[in-house]
T-cell receptor
Framework: DAGVTQSPTHLIKTRGQQVTLRCSPK?????VSWYQQALGQGPQFIFQ???????QRGNFPDRFSGHQFPNYSSELNVNALLLGDSALYLC??????????FGNGTRLTVT | GDSVTQMEGPVTLSEEAFLTINCTYT??????LFWYVQYPGEGLQLLLK?????DKGSNKGFEATYRKETTSFHLEKGSVQVSDSAVYFC?????????????FGTGTLLAVQP
């Protein structure tokens, strides 16, 4: 039973570019959440998707957007990258009120 | 708003020592509380949870008790092993929210020496 899978594992981008990160939820899960974890910090909630709709959003600018597909997989898009966007981006899936299951993350470096 | 405060690390212990990592929270109502562990190069894994006051979560020798009166959820283990070396995160989920959004503390690095 595959858990949450994220791709790519590492990514290097230049300031001003755009990036797309991908997530496949654990089998049986229909809800996907995205978190940003800066170095030495705890994860910060970006947003959550359920039934292909953004259900809740954290305190992140509109440069951060997402999408959920009918198969429950999800993408996180970040436009106009800033150096401060360098972080580990974690995807988590769940179903109903179950605890979150996290993927191993995508390490984004913006130069 | 809701928040979680953890003791700063790193915490360095010898194998078989007793572990305590302090966690306190601020929340409206009675949240659910969690401990997650992050091993190097990996995502977060749920270690244990408690959903109401006086509940004790336990897993792999780790324990934490939901203390409403002190708004705390301290993580303890009686005898740590080298393999317990990781970053530990305390987190809460607000009661009654539309989602299962988690609010995390900043994490505590535990280093266990043989």
């Amino acid at each position: 039973d595959a858990g949450v899978t994220q791709s790519p594992t590492h990514l290097i981008k230049t300031r001003g570019q755009q990036v797309t990160l991908r997530c496949s939820p654990k089998s049986g899960h229909d809800t996907v959440s995205w978190y940003q974890q800066a170095l030495g910090q705890g994860p910060q909630f970006i947003f959550q998707y359920y039934e292909e709709e953004e259900r809740q959003r954290g305190n992140f600018p509109d440069r951060f957007s997402g999408h959920q597909f009918p198969n429950y997989s999800s993408e996180l898009n970040v436009n106009a990258l800033l150096l401060g966007d360098s972080a580990l981006y974690l995807c988590a899936s769940s179903s109903g009120g179950s605890p979150l299951h996290f993927g191993n993350g995508t390490r984004l470096t913006v130069t | 708003g809701d928040s979680v405060t953890q003791m700063e690390g790193p915490v360095t212990l010898s194998e078989e020592a007793f572990l305590t990592i302090n966690c306190t929270y601020t929340a409206t109502g009675y949240p659910s509380l969690f401990w997650y562990v992050q091993y190097p190069g990996e995502g977060l894994q749920l270690l244990l949870k408690a959903t109401k006051a006086d509940d004790k979560g336990s897993n792999k020798g780790f324990e934490a008790t939901y203390r409403k009166e002190t708004t705390s959820f301290h993580l303890e283990k009686g005898s740590v092993q080298v393999s317990d070396s990781a970053v530990y995160f305390c987190a809460l989920k607000s009661r009654g929210g539309a989602t299962n959004k988690l609010i995390f503390g900043t994490g505590t690095l535990l280093a266990v020496q043989p």
